[in-house]
């Protein structure tokens, strides 16, 4: 049953309603794929903005219960989910697990992983097309932009604050190789932990937002990112939305200088603590990664 939280006494009042599960990220490591997999399944109902940043103080959490519970549709019958690779940045961001253990302690939690640094150069491309981040990679290692985006690959780091309130078994690891070389198989182990029946894909392949993104002008994406920017993208559907950002993909691609060597000799040596602790937790072996 979707949780929701108890309302006055008026029966016209509208429940608020909340996630029976959560992706948690990681950032660039197929959620867009995994979000628009799971559109396609008839017992889901996927938040309007796939990324809500609900439980992020520094985001979206003043906007409070009603905006987030607006997110989704009043259909009873469909578990509701939503996906926020933010969630899984506790550097930047605290307090997401214990925000959303409060309002959503029956939540079934889904962390998508990928190659730790395979994912950091991903995220680092990905700042880079939006401009947010210099193209300049010297001096980059011991910056702040670097511990922001080795922190999203820390994989154990990230967590230790959700199994401080929720079980290993509510909590389904997923690696970004699997979705991609095996999708059905795939997707039928996170359906089954969301507690829906099996459903055939539309074979879409991985959603390369990036490549997209790289040819839209970096001051709309950054405006797209902002509070009224969000705002206004509340007011049209998602397909229009999704129009519209093809329509304005019509600019010469933005490239990121490719990372030299010895800066992923650095990260694997960086990363190498968290993700053997990683493997430990999880009790896989991501025979795939570089570290």
């Avoid at 559109?39 to 903005?49: F, G, L, Q, V």
């Avoid at 309130?165 to 932990?193: N, W």
């Avoid at 990363?271 to 999880?282: G, H, N, P, Q, V």
Wanted: proline letters at 6%; aromatic letters at 8%; charged letters at 25%.
């Amino acid at each position: 049953m979707t949780p929701h939280l108890a309302g006055s006494s008026n029966v016209t009042e509208k429940p608020t309603l909340l996630p029976d599960f959560i992706i948690i990220g990681a950032m660039k490591s197929g959620t867009t794929t995994l979000y628009r997999h799971l559109i396609e399944h008839p017992a889901i109902d996927m938040s309007r903005e796939k990324e809500t940043d609900f439980f992020v103080a520094e985001k979206n959490w003043n906007l409070g219960l009603d905006w987030y519970s607006s997110q989704f549709s009043p259909d009873g019958d469909r578990k509701r989910g939503e996906a926020s690779p933010n969630y899984t940045k506790c550097r930047d961001f605290p307090g997401v697990a214990e925000r959303m253990a409060q309002h959503c302690p029956g939540a079934r939690l889904i962390y998508v992983v990928r190659d730790p640094v395979t994912r950091a150069e991903s995220q680092f491309r990905h700042s880079f097309i939006i401009g947010t981040l210099s193209l300049e990679l010297e001096g980059f290692t011991g910056s702040h932009e670097y511990a922001h985006i080795m922190d999203a690959s820390h994989y154990a780091r990230q967590l230790d604050p959700y199994l401080a309130h929720y079980s290993k078994e509510a909590i389904l690891i997923v690696d970004f190789d699997d979705l991609i070389k095996v999708p059905q198989t795939t997707m039928d182990r996170v359906v089954a932990h969301i507690g829906v029946a099996p459903h055939p894909l539309v074979n879409r392949g991985a959603q390369n937002d990036s490549a997209e993104l790289s040819r839209i002008p970096a001051p709309i994406l950054r405006f797209a990112q902002s509070r009224t920017g969000r705002a206004l993208s509340d007011l049209v559907s998602r397909q229009t939305r999704d129009r519209i950002r093809g329509a304005l993909a019509r600019g010469r691609s933005r490239e990121a200088p490719p990372f030299p060597e010895t800066l992923l000799t650095q990260m694997r040596a960086d990363l190498a603590t968290d993700i053997a602790r990683f493997r430990e937790m999880s009790g896989l072996r991501f025979a795939n990664w570089t570290v």
